[in-house]
Nanobody
Framework: QLHLVESGGGLVQPGGSLRLSCAIS????????ITWFRQAPGKEREGVAC????????IHIDSVKGRFTVSRDLLGNTVLLFMNSLKPEDTAVYYC??????????????????WGQGTQVTVSS
């Protein structure tokens, strides 16, 4: 059974930082790529960042480049999303997911079949 559980969301002021965690069970980080998605109210779910199984490749969408960083915690079998210089437009529910590919496929969210429950990030003064 593959399980992903997100944590670390919360309320933060513009310019602040958060660290999201995606704890994985049922497989190790060396097996599947993991993608972070987000969904803001009234908007389609979008991929934000992805990390390949061995961590040699990461992808970040343009709107978060230089502010967000995806990485791995091998001991904890956890994927992390470090979010700095947060903006109100980053407000969304953040999810981690896998399409069980061994590379960052860039597929649409509907192609992913394993999801966490999501964690709310709110950026507001």
């Amino acid at each position: 059974q593959l399980h992903l559980v997100e944590s670390g969301g919360g309320l933060v002021q513009p310019g602040g930082s958060l660290r999201l965690s995606c704890a994985i069970s049922g497989f190790t980080l060396d097996y599947y790529a993991i993608t972070w998605f987000r969904q803001a109210p009234g908007k389609e779910r979008e991929g934000v960042a992805c990390i390949s199984p061995h961590g040699e490749s990461t992808i970040h969408i343009d709107s978060v480049k230089g502010r967000f960083t995806v990485s791995r915690d091998l001991l904890g079998n956890t994927v992390l999303l470090f979010m700095n210089s947060l903006k109100p437009e980053d407000t969304a529910v953040y999810y981690c997911a896998t399409d069980r590919e061994q590379f960052c496929s860039g597929a649409r969210w509907s192609e992913f079949d394993r999801w966490g429950q999501g964690t709310q990030v709110t950026v507001s003064s």
